[in-house]
């Protein structure tokens, strides 16, 4: 089946051998001794321009200009043009002798083959009139065909930067999952042991982030499905701390309007507000607060500042690191990402702020 592009390409090609033809046949004088066989006598030199123009754009550039053999791809144009010359020649011949029988009152054109200016002027006639217009003819063919090359190619790199991206998203969502299941299994391990009742509320709140995590394989989710997986997340987590941690949490979302966002961008900043705000003796704070206004993206991360120690090296940074590669991936030159701890009120910070909220699921 044609594509569109190509029909569009065909048209266009019609388009500007008819404006050539248009372009030979409009200096005749109009009147009635030019009949039907002078007008296409003149046409013989655009289709010769054509079949220069295709037998270079279609065969000695694919086949020899772009394979460097340039030898071939020069004689066979020169040899062409010279042939073409002779051929419009021998027309011109026949269209002086339609013109002394159409216009027997005209007087016949007269060359003096033994003058050298004749000689000469008749040359520069010849080249201005078919030689120079061939090989323009065939310059225009490479330049096009090569500028077509450089599109397709241009279109070739963009295509594997795209599969690029998403093979890079697809590893990191791979690496996403077990970390966040490795972490959640160890929270529940541990409710069992001392709070059967909380630990099956446990596992049913990750069945419901499993669910959303393996059977919504999406390149982008509404913000409305991202706060109920991170509001899973955290209710999980409820069960998990103590009494000394308080936990705020605050979603604005649009009501009309919805947004869309990359999955799982946020959930490894929730993890670390865990993992490093909640000590087992001191009160705790954490604060999650997510807002959009249709624009951007704003997720505000807080937590009371309790670093692991240097033997704690349970997840080695894995998850920051997921969060910069995702939003280079997905957002890049399109988001700020700013982090790092408040001394003064021994507090770490971290926000993100997303400028994409038209991110679509393009699979």
């Known amino acids: 089946m044609v594509s569109k592009r190509s029909v569009i390409q065909i048209l266009f090609h019609i388009v500007c051998w008819m404006l050539v033809a248009f372009a030979t046949i409009m200096p005749l004088p109009q009147h009635s001794n030019q009949d039907t066989g002078t007008y296409l006598l003149h046409l013989c030199f655009p289709l010769l321009m054509c079949i220069l123009f295709y037998m270079n754009y279609l065969w000695l550039v694919p086949r020899y200009f772009i394979n460097n053999r340039y030898r071939v791809f020069i004689c066979v144009n020169i040899i062409t043009v010279i042939i073409f010359t002779i051929a419009m020649q021998g027309l011109m011949q026949v269209l002086f002798m339609r013109e002394a029988m159409l216009d ?3 007087p016949p054109r007269i060359h003096n083959e033994d003058d050298i200016f004749s000689k000469i002027a008749m040359l520069f006639t010849i080249t201005g009139k ?10 225009v063919a490479v330049l096009l065909r090569l500028a077509q090359r450089w599109q397709q190619a241009e279109n070739g790199r963009k295509e594997m930067e795209i599969q690029k991206t998403e093979a890079e998203l697809k590893n990191l969502r791979n690496q996403i999952n077990p970390h966040f299941l490795l972490n959640t299994l160890n929270n529940i391990y541990a409710l069992i042991s001392f709070d059967h009742e909380k630990a099956q509320k446990a596992v049913l709140s990750l069945s419901a982030l499993l669910r959303q995590m393996l059977y919504e394989n999406k390149k982008a989710i509404s913000m409305r499905e991202e706060t109920e997986f991170l509001n899973n997340y955290v209710n999980l987590m409820r069960l998990r701390v103590g009494k000394n941690v308080r936990i705020e949490v605050k979603f604005t ?14 959930i490894s900043l929730v993890e670390n507000a865990f993992k490093h705000g909640v000590s087992n003796s001191q009160p705790s704070y954490i604060s999650i607060d997510i807002s959009t206004d249709g624009d951007k993206v704003i997720c505000e991360i807080k937590n009371s500042n309790y670093p692991k120690s240097s033997s704690d090296q349970s997840g080695h940074g894995i998850g ?3 969060v910069a590669k995702r939003l280079e991936a997905s957002y890049k ?20 702020i997303l400028y994409d909220t038209q991110l679509r699921d393009t699979r």
């Open 104 to 106: 027997p009152l005209r």
């Open 253 to 266: 979302l649009p009501q009309q309007k919805d947004v869309y966002i990359a999955p799982f961008i946020f």
């Open 320 to 322: 920051l690191e997921q």
């Open 130 to 139: 078919h030689v120079l217009p061939l090989f323009l003819t065939a310059v």
């Open 333 to 352: 030159d399109k988001y700020e990402w700013s982090r790092g701890v408040d001394e003064k009120n021994n507090m770490y910070i971290s926000k993100i």
